[in-house]
């Protein structure tokens, strides 16, 4: 069973910048792997995805521009440095990884990977 472990939420106002990361326990160069947002009484927003490899990342447009995702294979961790941060950005965010290569499934939907966090809040106030 692969397990991942969010870090690097918090408070921080509009304008400004955090890094989550996504510590995983079986890194494999082949896994898919997404962040995902979930606000209070919104539907789950796919944010990311990437191959562990670093190849090929794929933004939401919301995020586009402002996000970046990146993954480091030696610590086996999973980044998400995001910049420019907006109120609309308040959420619950989680990492995912699949075991398919990203071309095989719809990648920024979160049920379409086998394993998730439990999440870090990010909360941007104005």
């Known amino acids: 069973q692969v397990q991942l472990v969010e870090t690097g939420g918090g408070s921080v106002q509009a304008g400004g910048s955090l890094k989550l990361s996504c510590t995983i326990s079986?890194?494999?160069?082949?896994?898919?792997m997404g962040w995902f947002r979930q606000a209070p009484g919104k539907e789950r927003e796919g944010v990311t995805s990437?191959?562990?490899?670093?190849?090929?990342?794929l933004y939401a447009d919301s995020v586009k521009g402002r996000f970046t995702i990146s993954g480091d294979i030696l610590k086996n961790t999973l980044y998400l440095q995001m910049d420019s941060l907006k109120p609309e950005d308040t959420a619950m965010y989680y990492c995912?990884?699949?075991?398919?290569?990203?071309?095989?499934?719809?990648?920024?939907?979160?049920?379409?990977?086998?394993?998730r966090g439990q999440g870090t809040q990010v909360t941007v106030s104005s």
């Open positions: 079986e890194y494999s160069s082949n896994y898919c």
């Open positions: 990437i191959y562990t490899s670093g190849n090929r990342p």
């Open positions: 995912a990884a699949d075991p398919r290569p990203c071309d095989l499934f719809s990648r920024l939907v979160a049920d379409e990977y086998k394993y």
